[in-house]
């Protein structure tokens, strides 16, 4: 397989709407209810943790099977970590803007960059994920989880292996344009008025442990997957 078509098949992986699918199936068009995200915390406002959970893995799945899969089919002088990287940038594009949503707005990569950095740094993304839940228990923002994560990745990635790393600087640039999807949760944050786990309605501080419980879960089987 031409590295082309494998990043332009990792676009189609990514493009898979699973919030809006699982919105669908129950009848709620997702884009119109809570956040309007497409990602797996307005699932869980909206449709409850049991589905969220689901579409969080299928959102991690996403990101991580293209990229550990996909460079072993190719050919061609295009090094396999070069394969990789694209076809993981290709997956969290097509999870932004799916294609069979007609190129609108999806989620906001979180899970799905998760996904993908599982595959090509697996030990670090875990540590990082670690931190993630952490800051979500502490704090009921998954948001500020989030934004922490994507600020520890690249900082773990520097220091275990090294500046030069193509997957440092994709960590550098992911994190980057987290910021930029959550720019609006960061004006919310500075402001307080941020949605909160287990305020105003939103899911409890247990189902925020069910989410970090569920997370750390899913994880595993990946890094096992990773090294199997």
Known sequence: MHPALAIALAYVVGSVPSAYIAGTLRGVDLRKHGSGNLGATNVIRVLGPKIGLIV?????????????????????????????????????????????????????GVATAAGVFLALAPLQTTLTLLVFAVVLLSSGYVSLGSLMGAVMLPVLILVTIGPRSPIFALSALVAVFVFWTHRANIGRLRRGEENRFGKGGAPTRSTAAMVAIGLVVVLAVLVAARFA
Do not use: M, Q, S
Request: proline fraction near 8%.
């Open 56 to 108: 969080f893995a299928f959102d991690v799945a996403k990101g991580a099977l293209p990229v550990l899969f996909f460079p072993r089919w190719t050919t061609g002088e295009l090094a396999p970590v070069w394969t990789a990287i694209a076809c993981g940038v290709a997956a969290i594009i097509g999870h932004t803007r799916p294609v069979f949503l007609k190129f609108g707005r999806g989620g906001k």
